[in-house]
Nanobody, 126 residues
Framework: QVQLVESGGGSVQAGGSLRLSCVASGYTTRGHFMGWFRQAPGKEREGVAS????????YYADSVKGRFTISHDNAKNTLDLQMNSLKPNDTGMYYCAADSRGFPFCTPLRPECNDWGQGTQVTVTS
């Protein structure tokens, strides 16, 4: 059974950092696009960052470039998101997701993915 489980969310002051982690189980993610997506109250879900597992292609939303870093650990089959210089408008529920259909699915360009985690809340206070 495919499962994606996120952890690492929390509350932090503006300018602070958080690291999100997602463990994938039930299948190999090599050859998939995996990414982080977020949804703030009253807003549509948006893509934050994605990676092509096994190929290394990285994709970031303009709003997070230079502040967030996505990475994948092949041995552990985990997807991480290091978030630095956090801003109040980074607040939202963050979801880990994966998709096998190829670019641009499951990237900030097209935030549609086959598999989704339950989400972890990130709150940035000013």
């Amino acid at each position: 059974q495919v499962q994606l489980v996120e952890s690492g969310g929390g509350s932090v002051q503006a300018g602070g950092s958080l690291r999100l982690s997602c463990v994938a189980s039930g299948y190999t993610t090599r050859g998939h696009f995996m990414g982080w997506f977020r949804q703030a109250p009253g807003k549509e879900r948006e893509g934050v960052a994605s990676i092509f597992v096994g190929g290394g292609g990285l994709y970031y939303a303009d709003s997070v470039k230079g502040r967030f870093t996505i990475s994948h650990d092949n041995a552990k089959n985990t997807l991480d998101l290091q978030m630095n210089s956090l801003k109040p408008n980074d607040t939202g529920m963050y979801y880990c997701a994966a998709d096998s259909r190829g670019f641009p699915f499951c990237t900030p360009l097209r935030p549609e993915c086959n598999d989704w985690g339950q989400g972890t809340q990130v709150t940035v206070t000013s």
